[in-house]
């Protein structure tokens, strides 16, 4: 019973033997499983699944500037500057559909041209939660329009400088980070 | 009371109005939050804490070649290549052991030179989890020992194919992407 398929070194050498939801809230449940480890012996597995797809957006206006949207992020108790980011509930909305609304909402700004960037699994020893960011050129200025949990600041800055603060230690967060370094390796002509 | 300093707008607009533990195992404490949101209206907060930091090592050998390892992502439900990794117990091992540690059961390398790629907050709107990325180079080979929760392989990946298969998508771990990305930016001469 214990793996399933002995000669296969990808297959799930994991054995649930039980699941316990423990917590749920509107954005994430908490499962905790008794497990059977790759090595046979009893264990337990505490993950986290999320109900939406974290979604980014690296927006690059005519004069090379990326929007960038600062805002206190509670888990972290820091303020963190970031590219426009939200939520796209997953089977409900598509990514890109959430990716300009979320650029809409938190900068104004619309654009014209969209590009997946890059897409990842940005936990994955704790939980499910899957990052998509997109490239987005070709902006035009609107009004923002930010919901009740965020009280965000933005600035507009050059790519290099932006790249810079990352560098620094001064950008932290995982999808913009990713978002910062993949639009380089492009502008340097790497696909 | 809310906010405490109105006039600074990267001061924290949340109010914790109570905290309660809804569960621990040795890797993550859920905590649920009852709050005053930025724009003053009562919320819910769901955070995890992370016990480690998360600990990765881009280990290039001297024929240009990145030590992979594979494994099933338990939380996932699927098969992942990605850089060694590892957690570092937050308060009692040192990033950099932590990663000597990892490269050396893992895969069996020890490494002469080393070098802080980047820090990185994976997963900010839930959890406090903070990547730290190491390039390692300069590698002598021995033997592996995983761990009884792991089942690993090991692949030498020439670096510009490893890229390739992040860009194709089949390699989507967070802190292998962040740090492949940024040793690719390095060797183009981008610091």
Redesign the interface.
């Given at each position: 019973m214990h793996p399933a398929q002995p000669d296969d070194?990808?297959?799930?050498?994991?054995t649930r033997l039980s699941r316990r939801q423990?917590?749920e809230?509107p954005?994430?449940k908490?499962y905790?499983d008794e497990?059977l480890?790759?090595?046979g012996?009893p264990?337990?597995?505490?993950?986290?699944h999320?109900r939406n797809y974290?979604v980014g957006v690296v927006a690059v206006d005519e004069q090379d500037r990326v929007l960038l949207v600062?805002q206190?992020?509670?888990?972290?108790?820091r303020?963190?500057w970031e590219i426009p980011?939200g939520?796209a509930v997953i089977g409900e909305e598509e990514p890109l559909a959430c990716a300009q609304r979320e650029l809409a909402e938190e900068t104004g700004y619309a654009a014209r041209d969209w590009r997946e960037l890059?897409?990842?699994?940005?936990?994955?020893?704790?939980?499910?939660?899957l990052?998509i960011c997109f490239l987005a050129t070709g902006l035009t200025p609107g009004e923002a329009r930010p919901d009740?949990?965020?009280?965000l600041?933005m600035r507009r800055v050059p790519f290099e400088e932006a790249?810079q603060l990352m560098?620094a230690?001064e950008i932290?967060?995982?999808l913009t980070?990713?978002g910062l370094?993949?639009a380089?390796?492009l502008r340097?002509g790497?696909?």
């Open positions: 070194p990808c297959a799930n050498p994991w423990v917590y809230n954005w994430i908490v905790h497990v480890q790759p090595d012996q264990g337990v597995y505490g993950i986290v999320y974290a600062g206190y992020r509670y888990s972290l108790d303020y963190s980011e939520g890059l897409r990842s699994h940005l936990s994955n020893s704790v939980t499910n939660e990052g009740g949990t965020e009280r600041q790249y560098v230690g932290t967060d995982s980070m990713l370094q993949r380089a390796l340097l790497v696909v």
